[in-house]
């Protein structure tokens, strides 16, 4: 069974730090990109970033570029998103996602497998 495992959320102030982790286990995703998304309560699912196979190309959305930063563990088959400069409007549930299933300029936005989320909130 394939499975993505975020941790490392919880409430933040505003300008605070958090780094996100995604453990994967069930299958390797070293041929894979993988990327994180949040969606935050009525709004719809936002990608954030996507990081390729080998770790060294990576990319942003515009909300989020200059302030997180994905990196990626093949070996370990792990991957995590440090966030910076942390906004309110940061407050989401982010996921972590695996095998990109349409890459197009640069990005992916559809995947294979997903994890549950885990949830952050920036105070004010």
């Known amino acids: 069974q394939v499975q993505l495992v975020e941790s490392g959320g919880g409430l933040v102030q505003t300008g605070g730090s958090l780094r996100l982790s995604c453990v994967a286990s069930g299958r390797t995703f070293r041929g894979n990109i993988m990327g994180w998304f949040r969606q935050a309560p009525g709004k719809e699912r936002e990608f954030l970033a996507n990081i390729d196979q080998n770790g060294r190309s990576t990319d942003y959305a515009d909300s989020v570029k200059g302030r997180f930063s994905i990196s990626r563990d093949t070996a370990e088959n792990t991957m995590s998103l440090l966030m910076n400069s942390l906004k309110p409007e940061d407050t989401a549930v982010y996921y972590c996602?695996?095998?990109?299933?349409?890459?197009?300029?640069?990005?992916?936005?559809?995947?294979?497998?997903w994890g549950q989320g885990t949830q952050v909130t920036v105070s004010s």
């Open positions: 996602a695996g095998r990109c299933t349409n890459y197009y300029s640069g990005l992916c936005r559809e995947y294979t497998y």
